[in-house]
């Protein structure tokens, strides 16, 4: 009876197949809140991490040029979106360990935030200049809207500004820099109509050449570093009426006294306190600004030129790497004291930093030496490490749940 | 061929289990960024709920007495430890919708900690007073610390005294006072050894009978409330070995103008960049403190005694609820201009709020008409509303990630 014989091992094959698959899931669901990526920049791949047992649990390939890449979370967590600067957009499940959807949708990107509802992923680009926004459901598009344009004297034509720091704010609304024209922008989702589903409110001769913006972790003030002159453009988003005003008119090469190695990221300036940490460009030196008057009130000097500067959450301890040659290094400062309370050396080529949310530990990606650092931050001391290939950006989940983030 | 009949039937009916297993199973894993809890008094029971749905997705029974029980969630935001006042603490995971154990560890209990890297958790006694800390894993004892004995001149008896404010501090660290006894005391397990599990550090004649404390959003100031004379006690855990000082000396009954209803929680300050937010005890305002002097800066006159003054994540507005017989409305103050932006009316005894961590929602419990009603924040309407049995506490799982919650 060879068809019965082949029934039955049918059979049999289906219900080992769906024990396996059952014992699979059922195994460990897993909770969202202490999982992240790292951005492997070299060979187009997240790993997957876990943050309480300090280890990868998953690799997610085929997702471009990571270079520069960025990251942000879907409100419960699940779903991290990579911006890439190769124009994609990656929507990765941090459950199912799969790429769900990549949308390639600018020959050249920066960065990206996600509306305070989570439901709008907004992202910057290069070229051509603009932003486009699409639904975190499904990546559709929802919202193109080009830079303004300009004549580009180098190559004599018409072309629309370059994007640049990116940021959501409080109320659904996304606020960029045009790094060509001069102007912040205001991109407000909150009140759609079937005419209009966003407005936008344009900010002009903001100061030349804005090229990198932060927004404060309260979500209030949004500030641009200027590639065009010294000094910073602010706007507090709780008094957009009054527009547009410079702060710290020092801020930039001005004296440059030391060639700039490479311009600082302010995604990483710290607040703590009543203090901001900003990293000073060009010069071996951590600048304290006060947030109550935006004025500089003392300078720190450290290691190299700072890169990011970025503060433990408690806001007691400020960590800052540095540009090439001094890459190998990091610096703790205390926040009470204003001193160097330890140098480290993760390794060659320090590129990035991250808290996990309650500030107990710091991860420290070493592209060089191919490794994750773990370090407790209490004992300033290395407590594990992760292999990883030439990582640079390091994204957990708890970005979720922060305004700006 | 009866007995091949009944095999396969077997086998048909094992393949039907393991498909709808599987299909259960693998129909949605669950994220944990967006669930939290509802605490429903009367009954005993929790709601597991979901912030991007609004909606209940699970009921737990069997929790024991929930009036003012407190949550605080493990690092990864799975599980749920629920500190009941009948002494018992609940493990809950919302995953699985289960209650996983519970323990009753004392008479009469207050509330509880988990430690900054999650594996401790602390719960404070009134009867017997004292402090045990549990492992988050197991809920097994770690450490069982009485606090000062007294002699009770009512009872002519020697006990131990009440333990109330306990909170976690940066560093492994809890923070508590000792009611009876006017003590605060910090128990640091940040350096166990074999001897020592725990260092404790105590503060004696902070004032009289501290009856409920808080602690500042970036961990640093430990505040509490004095029943027995005015003024507040606070601790600066940066500076601990400057000891407790006294801030806000008016602060109190002192006046007493109006009949107290209820003392306010302080839990529930609200701090917004420089400002913190108060309830004054038995009158009609919200106090507004400058956290730089931690002197007061000027009163706001709302609706009732005010109990819960909370910030929207972004400190751009406060909500406070009130004391009975005012404890149907809640009000909005916006924080530029410290005006009452609006008054609500969400129901009869409305107990407690909880914004989502970027504050586009806020819940809001109304205990007497049986329902959770969700605002939107910016434009103070409601949205959704739940129904729950008496609901009184409100916890999302975002609290994982913050400091001192």
Known sequence: ???????????????CYLLSACSSLSSSPRATGDLGLIIERAS??????????????????????LSHASVVYSRDQRYAYIFARDGGLSKVDLLTEKLIRRVVH?????GGAISQDGKLIAVSNYEPGGVKVFRSDTLALVADIPATYFHDSRTDKTKSSKVVGLVDAPGNRFVFSLFDTDEIWILDFSQPTIENPYQLTKFTHVGRAPYDALITPDGRHYIAGLFGEDGMAMLDLWHPEQGVRRILPDYGRGGEKLPV????????WAVAGDLAFVPAIGQHQVLVVNTRTWKLQSKIDVYGQPVFVMARPDGRQVWVNFAFPDNGKVQVIDVDTLQIAKTLAPGPAVLHME?????????????????????????????????????????????AHQIGL
């Open 106 to 110: 600018s020959g050249n990107s920066i």
């Open 261 to 268: 190695y490479k311009m600082p990221h302010l995604e990483g």
């Open 355 to 399: 808290f996990t949310p309650r500030g107990e530990s710091v991860w420290v990606s070493v592209r060089d030496a191919n490794k994750v650092a773990v370090y407790d931050t209490r004992r300033l001391e290395q407590t594990a490490s992760l292999a990883a290939a030439s990582p640079s950006g390091i994204f957990f989940t708890s970005r």
């Open 44 to 65: 187009g791949k997240v790993q997957l991490i876990d943050t309480s047992s300090a280890k990868s649990y998953a690799t997610i390939g085929n997702l471009g040029d």
């Open 1 to 15: 009876m060879p068809l019965f014989q082949d029934y039955r091992q049918g059979l049999v094959l289906l219900i």
